[in-house]
């Protein structure tokens, strides 16, 4: 038995079967513009302001350290967003790579612990 002529567990008909009745409702594809893809997913921030995407670390402005943020890439372009606000933006890098830009960890506080009287 081929792998069309089993019964699929969702619609539960055979596939071939699926196939017949819905063939000649599909349309070419034609001259339309491919679907845009854009792999994309949640990350949190870490204290560094680091984001973890695809093997590279990417800088985020410091205040958004240990935050959610949500992380796009399309077309070479890596966005990082913090709800609807797109707060950094980097060209994809390789693999093993960290990428900063210097405006996001400018002012941001190195203080370690006062010391104790």
């Known amino acids: 038995m081929s792998w069309n002529e089993g019964v699929h567990g969702t619609t539960h008909e055979k596939p071939v079967t699926?196939?017949?009745s819905e063939r000649g409702a599909l349309q070419p594809v034609g001259n339309r513009p491919p679907y845009p893809f854009a792999e994309d997913g949640p990350r949190r921030m870490a204290r560094d302001a680091y984001v973890a995407w695809q093997g590279s670390r990417y800088s985020v402005p410091w205040q958004y350290a240990g935050?959610?943020?949500?992380v796009c890439e399309q077309a070479g372009r890596v966005e990082l967003f913090h709800g609807a606000d797109r707060i950094a933006q980097h060209?994809?890098?390789?693999r093993h790579r960290v990428v900063?830009?210097?405006?996001h960890h400018r002012g941001i506080p190195l203080g370690?612990?006062?010391p104790r009287r």
């Open 91 to 94: 060209d994809r890098a390789a």
């Open 100 to 103: 900063t830009l210097a405006e």
């Open 112 to 114: 370690g612990k006062k």
């Open 67 to 70: 935050k959610d943020v949500w």
């Open 18 to 20: 699926r196939w017949t």
